[in-house]
Each structure stands twice: as structure tokens, then as C-alpha cells.
Antibody, heavy 121, light 107 residues
Framework: QVQLVQSGAEVKNPGASVKVSCKASGYTFIDYYIHWVRQAPGQGLEWMGR????????DYAKNFQGRVTLTSDTSISTAYMELSSLSSDDSLVYYCARESGRSGDDYFDFWGQGTLVSVSS | DIQMTQSPSTLSASVGDRVAITCRAS??????LAWYQQKPGKAPKVLIYKASSLESGVPSRFSGSGSGTQFTLTISSLQPDDFATYYC?????????FGQGTKVEIK
């Protein structure tokens, strides 16, 4: 069965960077885009970007360009999201999600369990 | 960027009720719309894609309709497991945005 398992909660100082991992299993990792989405507790969902593990291509949301870096390691079927210059506004839950393989339908069919990032001095 | 607006923000209903949640896009997205259900502390789960296609394993009491800028998620007979927050998401033209969510509460 398809699973996306994310790394554990992080506590960071303002100005630091955080790197969250998302390990995929149960499918061929390189055949599907991986997206990253974040959410404040009890609030809405914000798309950050996506990566194509096969070709390495990336698309970033305008709000995050220059501050977020998406990478992947195909040898261990893992995607990564690194966010720099952290502030208290970045204290959110971060999700990875798999883009559906249905042609023309780029919704998210499987999600990771979420990683809480806390930014505090 | 395409903005998605859901209504209502909160909906109070009883088990067995028929409920409808609407989602409006700021410009036409054809049928590139998905609906997700999220429960506290959990990741979202897809219910509907392409505006009206039921994701595998999702109960048939969930249905979606609409195209262009106006969309609706309908639950035909609300069950105890359906009390949750629902989000619409557009995936048109290589951008992805979500509505602000609709919380379905027990009346």
C-alpha cells in the first residue's frame, strides 16, 4: 500500500533553516510528483511547491520562491523540503503529498502524516 | 493566482441530513477541482476529483458537481464519521490553491 512517512517534529530558532523528509513506499517513487503543503493549526492549507523525482524539475509557489528548496533522493525514495530564514510565522504543520498519476488530474491522492515545525527563541 | 472561496465557513447539521458545501473560483478552472475531508490531527483525504469523480473507496453518499467557477460537494445523508472540515482545491494551470475550509459540526 502507498505510504508517505515524514520525519519528526522540529524546534528551530528564528533565522535558522529546517529540512523535512518524506519517505515513500508502496509505489515507484520516480513516477509521481511530490508536493509540499503547510497548515496552521485549525487553519487552511497553503501549497508550497512540487518536485518531479525522475527529472528533478520543480515548481514553487510565488510566496516561497527563494526561501524553499525541494530535493529528492531516488536511491532511498525520499523527498525533502528545506525552508530557510525561519520566523514565528513558519510555526506550522508541513505535509508532503503525492500527485495523482491520472492524466490531466493533478490532485493529491496520498498524504504524509505531517511534521510540526516550531520556531521559537 | 486563482482564489477559492468556500461557503459556509461552518455548517451545523444532524445525522441523516443532506448537506451541501459550495466553492467558487476567481476564474474558470474547467473541472480541475478536488474535495478533501480533514479530521483533527490528521492529513486531508481526497473524496472527489475532476469536480464529480468519486475517489476509490469513498462512500457513495459523497458527490460533487459543477464546472467553470461554481462547484458543490453534497453529502446525501450525513453520518457520524462525516463530522470534519472540508476543503476544495483547484489544480488548473500548474498552480494549486485551496478554499479556506468548511467545518461540519453536530447540531
Amino acid at each position: 500500500q502507498v505510504q508517505l512517512v515524514q520525519s519528526g517534529a522540529e524546534v528551530k530558532n528564528p533565522g535558522a533553516s529546517v529540512k523535512v523528509s518524506c519517505k515513500a513506499s508502496g509505489y515507484t517513487f520516480i513516477d509521481y510528483y511530490i508536493h509540499w503543503v503547510r497548515q496552521a493549526p485549525g487553519q487552511g492549507l497553503e501549497w508550497m511547491g512540487r518536485i518531479n523525482p525522475k527529472r528533478g524539475g520543480r515548481d514553487y509557489a510565488k510566496n516561497f520562491q527563494g526561501r524553499v528548496t525541494l530535493t529528492s533522493d531516488t536511491s532511498i525514495s525520499t523527498a525533502y523540503m528545506e525552508l530557510s530564514s525561519l520566523s514565528s510565522d513558519d510555526s506550522l504543520v508541513y505535509y508532503c503529498a503525492r500527485e495523482s498519476g491520472r492524466s490531466g488530474d493533478d490532485y493529491f491522492d496520498f498524504w504524509g502524516q505531517g511534521t510540526l515545525v516550531s520556531v521559537s527563541s | 493566482d486563482i482564489q477559492m472561496t468556500q461557503s459556509p465557513s461552518t455548517l451545523s447539521a444532524s445525522v441523516g441530513d443532506r448537506v451541501a458545501i459550495t466553492c467558487r473560483a476567481s476564474q474558470s478552472i474547467s473541472r480541475s477541482l478536488a474535495w478533501y475531508q480533514q479530521k483533527p490531527g490528521k492529513a486531508p483525504k481526497v473524496l472527489i476529483y475532476k469536480a464529480s469523480s468519486l475517489e476509490s473507496g469513498v462512500p457513495s453518499r459523497f458527490s460533487g458537481s459543477g464546472s467553470g467557477t461554481q462547484f458543490t460537494l453534497t453529502i446525501s445523508s450525513l453520518q457520524p464519521d462525516d463530522f470534519a472540515t472540508y476543503y476544495c482545491q483547484q489544480y488548473n494551470s500548474y498552480s494549486w490553491t485551496f478554499g479556506q475550509g468548511t467545518k461540519v459540526e453536530i447540531k
